[in-house]
């Protein structure tokens, strides 16, 4: 009889996985409540920047790497399909998806640049850079906000820890978004609702119920 890979998980084991299951739940929940009115103004002013910029013809640009790129398209596309409203669509651009300018950009110049190239491409005066670095250290963002510094953009930052490279760059009327915390995987759920948040802010502003 040929033996099995498969491994055998004994009472103990499956209790620890359930056991390490609970505090993931816990320690995100116990985060988001605790970290609440800390982000609130930052997430309100932020929302208040989207709503002006977009209110006068302008756009959003996003980016980010790894999981936050993911985060960047999310909100990208929140805002030009629906998030939980019926509305018109409203212009953003996610910087990580073009595969064929993303590439280029890292062959011909080098990696920090593929954000940075696409801002000075795309960004004008008036327009929104939302910036999503976990540990505020990613140098291709901090070169995309650089970029959008020299176009007259203005910067919501998603950054965790003490804010990295990112927090002494922006300026008075950027806002920094800085989930207190060291975890990768605990900002990052943070940064989604932080996502949420915006997205519904904007329906309701531009949108007014009637």
Avoid: W
């Amino acid at each position: 009889m040929m033996p099995t890979n498969k491994p055998n998980l004994s009472t103990k084991t499956a209790m620890n996985s359930r056991e390490r299951i609970e505090q993931h739940f816990f320690s995100s929940a116990q985060l988001k409540l605790s970290a609440m009115k800390t982000l609130a103004p930052g997430i309100e002013r932020a929302s208040r920047h989207l709503l002006e910029s977009l209110q006068h013809g302008h756009k959003v640009l996003s980016c980010g790497n790894g999981g936050s790129a993911a985060d960047a398209q999310h909100f990208s596309s929140e805002l030009i399909n629906r998030f939980e409203r019926e509305r018109p669509g409203l212009p953003a651009i996610a910087l990580t998806t073009d595969s064929s300018a993303l590439t280029s950009i890292a062959n011909d110049y080098h990696y920090d640049n593929v954000f940075a190239r696409q801002i000075e491409a795309l960004g004008n005066a008036g327009d929104i850079l939302l910036a999503i670095s976990t540990s505020g250290q990613s140098t291709s963002v901090i070169h995309g906000i650089k970029a959008a510094h020299d176009c007259e953009m203005t910067i919501i930052a998603l950054t965790g820890g003490d804010g990295g490279k990112i927090a002494p760059l922006l300026t008075e009327r950027d806002v920094e978004i800085r989930v207190p915390a060291h975890s990768t995987a605990r900002i990052q759920e943070v940064h989604l609702l932080v996502i949420h948040c915006l997205c519904d802010l904007l329906d309701h502003g531009l949108y007014p119920e009637k």
